[in-house]
Structure formats: C-alpha cells, structure tokens
C-alpha cells in the first residue's frame, strides 16, 4: 500500500457551479412568469416578425413568444419536478432497503433509458382519456422510480457492506446511526446527482411526449406544446420552435452537468 | 544470459524504489528476489515485462527485447500455459499465485518448476516470504534499497546471512513464542451450542428453488477465561460468519451461544456485552473509513459506554496507541498515511480501548508480509498477556495460530473435524481437510527429469525413484499434499528451520506450548527441535 499525503480538500467543482447556475437562471425566468411577462396574453398580429418588442415574434394566434416561453418554461419545470420527487421519495427508500438486504451481484439487471418506457406509460394513459397533468406525472414517476431504487440500490450496498461500518455496528451504534456516520458523506452527492438526473430526463419526457400531443393540450402551454404548434411555421419563423427547443436542451444539459459535478466530486468538496 | 541488466533505475511520481540494479541469470537458471512490501519488487517486474504503468520511467541497459511472460498473484497454470505456448525464455512471477489457495498456490510454483526443468525457461521469482526459496531450494537475491544488496543460494543464505535486510528476511519465519507466561485459564467465558447458520441459496430462482445452505453445521465449543483458541480453516470454511456471529452481527439458524452465561442468538447481543467483545478484520484499510482521522475511528468503541467522561475516553485512546507502539499524535492522520502493518496495529488498538474481555481476530495477518506478521503476533502474545484476553483467532495459515493459540480447532464446510493442541495436531492430525492446512507450503525441489520422459506433463505417475524416496509427482490430479505422510511433513519443516538458540538443544527443554516437541519421536531428529515455526 502505497502511504499518501493527506488529501487537500479541493473548491467546488466548477461544472456544479456552471450546470447549477444556468439551471437557476432559467428556473428563475420561468418564475418570473408567475407575476410578470413582457406582454401579458393580449392577442396581437399573429406570427409576427421578431422586434424589438417581440423578441422572438408572436405565435400563430398571435400570443407573445417571450411571454409564452416563460411560462411555459414554468409548466415543463413544475410537471417534471413533481415527477422526480415523487420518483425520489418512493425510490430511494426501496433502492436502500434491497441494498442492505439484497445487495446487487453483477447478474443484477442495468436500467438504460428511461425514455422508452416512458412514451410507452404516455401513450396507454392517455389513451385512457386521462388529464394531461396525471398523464406526464405517471409518464415520469413510474420509470423513474424504478430508476431511482436501481442506482440507490447500487450506490448504496458497497457503502454499507464495508468492514467499517460492520465494525461500527458491532460497536453497538443503531443501523441509522452508523449509516449517518459512515455512509452519508459519500452517498448524498450520489443521490443528488441521481435526482438532477432524473429531474433532466423528467424535462425531456415532457418535451416529447407534450410534442407528441400526449401530454399538455391547448389551452396550456408547455416547451414541448409550443414545439408542437410552431413545426409547421419552422420555415418562416424558425425562432419559435429553436427558442423553445434551445431552452429545453440547455436546462437538461445544465442540469445533466451540475449532476456529473457532484458524482465526482469528493465527500464534503 | 536469459537476462543482463545493469544499473537499471525506475522512477515513478518522483520517487526512485528501484536504483543501480544489476542482475544477471543464466539461460533456464532459476532466480528468486526477497524483499520486503513496498521495497519495488512489482515495479521490478513489471519494468522488465515492460509493462511499467503510465508516468514510471526507467533507464539503464538490459532489459529483454522478447517479451518475457508474467506470472502474478491471481494467475493460475492455464496462464502459465498460454506463456509457454507463446515460447518465452523468461518467465517473470510477481509473488505467483499468493491470491490463491495454499494448495492451488504450490501446483502452479510445482508447475513452473516443470516447465523450467522440462522446457529451459528461466525463472524470476519475485517474493516477500523468504519460506518460498527456502523450500524450493533455489538461488536468491535479497532486494533491498533498490538493488540487490546478496545473493546465492537460499540454505547459505539462511545460514550465513551477511547483509542486514537478509537478516531480517530470514528471521522472519522464527519469531520467538510466548515472551511471557500465560495468565492462568478459569471458566467459560464463551459458550456455542450447536450452533449453525443456514442462508438461503443465491443460485436458487423462482422457478428452480433451491433448499438452503447450510454456512455453519452443529458448532459446539468453548472457551475458557484467558484461553486463546485457535480455528483453523481454508477459506469458505465458515471461519467469518461463525466470528461474526460471536461478535453479534447477524443471526443463527439453530442452536445458541453464551457470553458469560448470557445467552444470546447473534444480534440481540446485549449491549453490555458488546463493549467486553472486540473484532479485529482481516484487511485493515477496508476496517477503518477512509474520510475519518483515526482518532474519531478507535473511539466508536467508547460511545457505547456512555458513563465514560471525556478525560478517561482520551486516556484510553492514548493508551491504547502506546500499548501497540505508535505515537499518540498520529491520531489526527487519515487511515490511508499509514501502511498496512501500522494499520492493523491501529486496530488492534481500537479492539483495545473498550478493555473487553474476548477479542476475535479474523485472520490478522493475512494483509501482512511475513516480517509484519511475526512482529504483529509477538506484539498481540504481549498485549494478551499483559490485559489478560482471551482470544479465538481464525486463520488459513497453520503457523499463525501455533505462535497464538492454545488450542486449535479445524473448521471445514461449517463443521469442526478435529481440534487439539497445536503439537498435537501437526502430529496426529488425521482429518483430510486437517492434513490439507498442515501440508507444506512450498513444493521441494523436483527431482531430475528422467531420461526416457515422452512428454512434459506425463499423466501417469512416475514410479518412486531410489534410493530415497520421492514426493508423488504433483502432476497428479488428486491433491498431492495427501500424498505427504505427517512425519514427512514435520521432517521437512525441520529441513528448512535452523535451530533459534542453543537453549534448544536441551533434550529436556519444555516449551509450554509444545510439551513434546515435534520430531522427538524419531531417533534420527531427535537433536533439532522445531521452534514455531518453518
């Protein structure tokens, strides 16, 4: 065994801070729409040209983009985190109880995508004429719930199957006690990278399947609905569909890197 | 020359292990390097494999221009074979087969003997068990410093050790036995009764069940106040899960413990107890968390006494570090500054800072180097002696409880076969599974290939060639350690160990371990006398 120096606590990782931040900028525009918009919903000349005031254009009956994209930024936001935290709460205790008591072998199933199965639930829910907010929420909760208890599952059971924490526990402190202590420090940034994780992919699932007129319906607007109704005006207002489009990407990404931050990132950095 | 270097040098993250090398072997000779954990044996080897990890770099001249084939601890004879299929002339075995089982670990150094014999192709052992060309009977080098500070051959070696490291190597394998006396043995302490552990089959599916297996079968011991019991077993015998439930980790399946007349089943270990109980693991990194300074690790065992105040809780602390002999300010040091050997001191001392009264050890040595192993037995011999502990130490390796245990007791498959004082056992040890663990480590030097040999690996047996007699060819596939009768066994432990003392010469010397000392029986051994060791 080689001796080390003591490791040097390094700053932050910079891709938390950049993934962080430009997913709070977006997040904060999109609640922004809740008391302020640029030109409320009055209807104006229908796909007008991008100004000085309109500064993506209008839509085809005439809303303004900006303040429709705010607001729609806001509903793809909600629907999707009400999905990951459902998928957390009801995951990651599963995932941590089979991890103690049935810790994965290397046999143990990979969950890939979270997008097929997705589509899938979007498709047959909504079939069953259910309202748009229960389609997307099941849409996103169920796949990631499975999700989320197969990565606690194996996150967790090396961490608690090692020696000193065995030792801990013959020492006489309670399950929870040692788990606090010995296990925490290296599983919550884990966790939290689960959940932006999730929270990206949560965002996706919406865009697609609001896109694929399974999810949010007029006269509600979401990143994927405005999708939607601007396709077929992509050769003359190309803005309306890349805007929002951009938007959705950038805070998947944003978030898909803050995660990826914090996987690698040292206990406590 | 299979290999010429000189003055080679190997730098790696600004650090030179190995310098000035020189060494030379002869085509099909055989060469093996002792040194010491961390002394640059595996950068050694991997430099003239030329398989140096990225950021090493290496001057100087002679390193081969074929590729040599590696050997390393996990490899096992069809790697060997791959290696000689490929036609090397060189065979380089970075402490060949130490990841396997003892057994599995002598077939593939028999076979390398083979192929150097029948085949001509050199051989570069690299170890850290002096034991391993002791046995074989081969030329060493002692690595040390980054060069070879002596060479020849392995018995003159032993006998006339010029240089300081090869001193230290070769006493290695004769640490002295108890430095104190025994504290006196009075009740039980720990009772099992027919204790056994099933788990459930992890092969088993829902369409194909599976019934249970059974870890632990019908387990009934016990020991006494101040004894130190030894278990003997090869791995999957059942030695951790039975330590573990002792320690109060789990539950049994059948059957019931005592720990000072309290009965208990496993995990409803009362917490009083607990703190009287101390484990010790096998791998000291993996037992302590890497993020925590030691400190706050050794005194997770005095959270369980609450009534201690914080001035008695660092007393304890510091005592318990001094008492393994390392100073109270590495407290504040992470786990991963220390080495391996220092590690498990570490442990020990936690073991230590609840003052318990049974300490278990789960194979203590087995992440040490022969020289880390003897100094870290005669230190725990001490400490038991000086806090009056009684002990139950599991091991695979036969030697280790000699030194420690009073009595041993052979675990195999979740069954104790056999048990008996360590003298006795190495004498009279019958059962197969008893033999096996005693058989001798490292296979003897092969003798001469015979003239008429069709081929490499004959399949039958070689008939016995006189006038002396010969160990069965290990080509035979049933386990060629059985083959050994148990005298045959002790007479060449005997071969190999030079006597420690003149005080052992002494026909009537007693030692209170080995009241008959092994050997004694037979008229010819009768002057040297085994002295715990090999």
């Known amino acids: 065994m080689t001796l080390e120096a003591a490791p040097v606590r390094p700053g932050i990782d910079p891709r938390i801070v950049l993934g962080a931040t430009l997913a709070v900028i977006i997040a904060f525009l999109a609640l922004v729409s809740l008391a302020w918009t640029p030109h409320g919903a009055a209807s104006l000349t229908p796909l007008a040209e991008p100004d000085a005031i309109h500064w993506i254009g209008t839509d085809a009956i005439g809303r303004d983009g900006t303040s429709v994209l705010m607001t729609a930024t806001l509903t793809t936001l909600l629907l999707a985190v009400f999905g990951t935290l459902a998928s957390l709460f009801v995951g990651i205790p599963v995932g941590a109880a089979l991890a103690v008591r049935l810790p994965p072998s290397r046999r143990t199933a990979h969950v890939t995508s979270m997008l097929p199965p997705a589509l899938l639930i979007g498709m047959l829910v909504s079939g069953l004429a259910a309202p748009a907010n229960l389609t997307l929420f099941l849409a996103i909760a169920l796949p990631g719930t499975v999700v989320a208890a197969t990565i606690t599952r194996r996150v967790l059971a090396p961490l608690w199957h090692r020696d000193y924490v065995t030792a801990a526990r013959l020492a006489g402190l309670r399950p929870l006690a040692a788990a606090q202590r010995h296990v925490l420090p290296r599983l919550l940034p884990q966790l939290g990278a689960l959940g932006l994780e999730l929270l990206a992919i949560a965002i996706l699932i919406e865009v697609s399947l609001s896109f694929a007129g399974l999810g949010v319906l007029p006269p509600g607007t979401s990143l994927g609905l405005m999708l939607r109704e601007a396709q077929q005006f992509m050769a003359i207002r190309p803005l309306l569909i890349l805007v929002p489009g951009a938007v959705a990407v950038v805070t998947a990404l944003a978030l898909m890197l803050a995660a990826t931050g914090l996987r690698g990132a040292r206990h406590g950095a | 020359m299979a290999l010429e270097l000189t003055s080679l040098g190997v730098a790696i993250a600004g650090k030179h292990p190995v310098t000035g090398l020189d060494l030379a072997l002869a085509d099909g000779a055989v060469l093996a390097i002792v040194g010491r954990a961390n002394s640059g044996k595996t950068l050694l080897a991997q430099a003239i494999a030329g398989l140096l990890p990225a950021g090493a770099t290496v001057h100087g001249t002679g390193l081969p221009s074929k590729r040599p084939g590696v050997i390393g601890p996990d490899a096992n004879p069809i790697e060997l074979a791959r290696c000689l299929d490929r036609g090397v002339d060189l065979l380089v075995c970075d402490e060949p087969g130490s990841a396997l089982t003892l057994a599995a670990q002598r077939d593939l150094l028999t076979a390398l003997l083979i192929a150097n014999r029948d085949r001509g192709v050199a051989l570069l052992i690299l170890t850290r068990d002096f034991r391993l060309p002791s046995a074989m009977g081969l030329e060493t080098a002692i690595l040390s410093g980054g060069k070879l500070v002596e060479r020849g051959l392995a018995t003159a070696l032993q006998e006339r050790p010029q240089h300081a490291a090869t001193r230290e190597l070769v006493n290695a394998g004769k640490p002295r036995t108890r430095t104190m006396a025994r504290p006196p043995i009075g009740e039980p302490l720990l009772e099992l009764q027919g204790v056994g552990k099933r788990i459930a089959d992890p092969t088993s599916r829902l369409w194909k069940r599976k019934s249970p297996i059974a870890v632990l079968e019908n387990i009934t011991l016990s020991v006494r106040r101040g004894e130190a019991v030894g278990l003997l077993g090869a791995a999957g015998a059942g030695k951790s899960e039975l330590l573990h439930l002792i320690a109060g980790l789990g539950r049994v399946s059948a059957g019931e413990l005592a720990f000072d007349r309290t009965p208990y089943h496993g995990?409803?270990?009362?917490?009083?107890?607990?703190?009287?109980?101390?484990?010790?693991?096998?791998?000291?990194?993996?037992?302590?968390?890497?993020?925590?300074?030691?400190?706050?690790?050794?005194?997770?065992?005095?959270?369980?006494?609450?009534?201690?105040?914080?001035?008695?809780?660092?007393?304890?602390?510091?005592?318990?570090?001094?008492?393994?002999?390392?100073?109270?300010?590495?407290?504040?040091?992470?786990?991963?500054?220390?080495?391996?050997?220092?590690?498990?001191?570490?442990?020990?001392?936690?073991?230590?800072?609840?003052?318990?009264?049974?300490?278990?050890?789960?194979?203590?040595?087995?992440?040490?180097?022969?020289?880390?192993?003897?100094?870290?037995l005669v230190l725990f011999n001490r400490v038991r002696s000086d806090y009056g502990l009684t002990v139950l130490c599991a091991s695979r390796d036969f030697d280790v409880l000699r030194l420690v245990a009073d009595r041993i007791l052979v675990l195999e498959a979740g069954h104790i076969v056999e048990g008996g004082k360590p003298s006795e056992l190495a004498e009279t040890g019958h059962h197969a599974a008893t033999v096996a663990l005693l058989a001798v480590r490292y296979p003897e030097p092969l003798p001469p290939a015979l003239p008429q040999a069709p081929e490499p690996l004959p399949a039958a047996p070689e008939p016995p060639v006189p006038p002396e007699e010969s160990p069965a060819p290990p080509e035979e596939p049933p386990a060629p350690e059985l083959e050994h009768s148990p005298d045959e066994t002790a007479e060449s432990r005997q071969a190999e160990v030079a006597v420690t003392d003149g005080s052992s010469d002494r026909a009537g010397s007693v030692d209170p371990l080995d009241p008959e000392p092994v050997g004694q029986a037979d008229d010819d051994r009768a002057a040297s006398h085994v002295e715990g060791t090999k």
């Open chain 2, 267 to 376: 995990d409803d270990l009362v917490r009083e107890a607990r703190a009287r109980i101390s484990l010790l693991f096998p791998d000291p990194h993996a037992a302590f968390n890497p993020d925590l300074a030691v400190g706050l690790s050794l005194t997770e065992p005095l959270r369980v006494e609450e009534q201690l105040l914080i001035d008695e809780q660092a007393d304890r602390l510091v005592e318990a570090v001094r008492v393994v002999g390392l100073a109270p300010d590495v407290l504040d040091h992470l786990p991963g500054q220390f080495t391996t050997a220092e590690l498990q001191r570490l442990a020990l001392a936690r073991a230590l800072v609840s003052r318990p009264s049974l300490i278990i050890l789960d194979e203590p040595t087995a992440a040490l180097d022969p020289v880390e192993e003897a100094e870290f």
